[in-house]
């Protein structure tokens, strides 16, 4: 992959929805943090000319779909000056093409983020990508989530753990418990969510030793697309069977029958 070229002066439409995050987001990008983030749109177009990395490609839904809607999940966290002070060690699992954790690894500089997906051809891509931005803190790495949970120096490990466009609730949670610390947080991002699928993920909880903190409810800033983040804490250890092996998260989902 070739350096992207810096980025370029943007519609007028773009500009202003950049100026609108502080009223969004609750933060703005540094000018450095804002041109990291710019540089990603030509990075993903040219690794989507050679993968399938991405049907999202005009840049105005680029920026929505993609920048925004990874950062927007962070907000659970807590104010911005208190999550941009600690120093995370998160967890993006099933990253794809970065999202939401080269995103994320940008706005919260203190923290260290470790992007996880099953595709060789992906994590290759990402660490280009995170090499072009000058991103030294963060790592791609190539595995699939329920072998990371069982890798001993993985597990229980980190703060925070991101899972964005993945599967579902239960599945997700039964992918990132077992990676955090006691204390720590998972934050699920969905689209629509109802109170049958709440019922699920808290009895996959109870078994993960989790707990569904907060649901919030938001609309897209210029689609006003309906989406959902869903923050949960670990409370207690997960038993040492989770995550189960590969494939088994997916086809018995945690919750919607007897304990597996």
């Known amino acids: 992959m070739k350096k992207a070229a810096p980025p370029t002066s943007e519609p007028p439409e773009l500009e202003a929805l950049w100026e609108s995050w502080l009223a969004e987001l609750g933060w703005q990008p540094s000018e450095p943090q804002r041109q990291q983030l710019q540089q990603l749109y030509p990075l993903v177009m040219a690794g989507n000319r050679t993968q399938n990395l991405t049907r999202i490609t005009a840049p105005i839904d680029f920026w929505e779909k993609h920048l925004w809607d990874s950062l927007r999940g962070l907000r659970l966290l807590g104010s911005w000056a208190a999550i941009q002070a600690r120093p995370w060690r998160g967890i993006d ?26 595709s060789q051809r992906k994590i290759a891509f990402v660490q280009e990508a995170l090499q072009q931005l000058s991103l030294t803190q963060a ?48 934050i699920l991002y969905r689209g629509h969510w109802i109170e049958a699928e709440a019922q699920t993920l808290e009895r996959a909880l109870s078994l993960l030793g989790g707990k569904l903190i907060h649901v919030e409810a938001f609309t897209t800033p210029r689609s006003h697309g309906i989406r959902h983040c869903l923050l949960v804490e670990k409370v207690a250890p997960t038993p040492a069977y989770y995550p189960r092996p590969p494939g088994i998260p997916k086809r018995q989902p945690l919750g919607q029958g007897k304990r597996c």
């Not at 993985?154 to 955090?180: F, I, T």
């Open 93 to 118: 699992i099933g990253t794809g093409a970065g999202f939401p954790g080269i995103p994320a690894q940008i706005a919260l500089p203190q923290a260290s983020f470790t992007l996880l997906d099953s």
């Open 139 to 186: 790592r791609a790495v190539a595995q699939r989530a329920e072998i990371w949970g069982q890798d001993p120096q993985e597990r229980g490990s980190y703060d925070l753990a991101l899972a964005r466009a993945l599967a579902a609730a239960e599945v997700c949670a039964e992918y990132c418990l077992p990676l955090l610390k006691v204390g720590g947080r998972a």
